[in-house]
């Protein structure tokens, strides 16, 4: 089946860049998302890439997608303390849900730690 | 915006128990996920809903089930809550028929089964 794998663990200093590493397996891959989860709370839709373009930008995040290597990317600039979260990579791939839309496979997340 | 809400954020329930938890949406979305979060394991999807009274198993149904009688309310339900099942839960929704499948979130019910 798919599979999606993150690095568990992230440390930055404020103010450097952060980028947080996702690779997967499907490569009928539609859509890749990432997610933020702050802590307590459910997860929060960042951004999405479709799998026809390598790169997206949005304000202080850059998406970069290699689909040869199957690795996705995201690259925050100027890392905060709010940037403190679980970042979830998820891909939309080929098993179609009944009655319509892909399934959603997760990363196990990363947790960003920013160090002042 | 979205809005998906969870009857509740903390729950702590004894082994045995029957355990119901309750998603609700505003958004008027044919699908519901519910999933449950481990650390190191990511979220797993339980059950999947994509129409009134439709459901389907997910990766990790065992020990679940769960109920739509309403378009906006997804429930789960823990016949017999066992320790092993101490968790995350996250809700979710999503159209139907579109191109991103993005799926919006509710704030999650920690569950701890004693």
């Known amino acids: 089946g798919e599979d999606v794998e993150q690095s568990l663990f992230l440390s930055v200093r404020e103010g450097d860049s952060s980028v947080i590493n996702c690779t997967y397996t499907d490569s009928s891959s539609t859509y890749l998302y990432w997610y933020k989860q702050e802590p307590g709370a459910g997860l929060q839709l960042l951004t999405y890439i479709f799998s026809n373009m390598d790169m997206k930008q949005d304000q202080r995040l850059t998406v970069l997608l290699n689909k040869k290597d199957k690795h996705l990317s995201l690259r925050i600039a100027d890392t905060q303390t709010g940037d403190s979260a679980i970042y979830f990579c998820a891909e939309a791939g080929s098993f179609i849900l009944t009655g319509g839309g892909n399934k959603l496979t997760f990363g196990t997340g990363t947790q960003l730690k920013v160090e002042l | 915006d979205v809005k998906v809400t969870q009857s509740s954020r903390y729950l702590v329930k004894r082994t045995g128990e029957k355990v119901f938890l309750e998603c609700v949406q505003d958004?008027?979305?044919?699908?519901m996920f519910w999933y449950r979060q481990d650390p190191g394991l990511g979220l797993r999807l339980i059950y999947f809903?994509?129409?009134?009274?439709?459901?389907e198993k997910g990766d990790i149904p065992e020990g679940y089930s769960v109920s739509r009688e309403k378009k906006e309310r997804f429930s789960l339900i823990l016949e017999s809550a066992s320790t092993n099942q101490t968790s995350m839960y996250l809700c979710?929704?999503?159209?139907?028929?579109?191109?991103?499948?993005?799926?919006?979130f509710g704030p999650g019910t920690r569950l701890t089964v004693l």
């Open positions: 958004m008027d979305h044919e699908n």
């Open positions: 979710a929704s999503s159209v139907k028929h579109t191109y991103t499948d993005t799926q919006y």
């Open positions: 809903s994509y129409d009134v009274k439709m459901k």
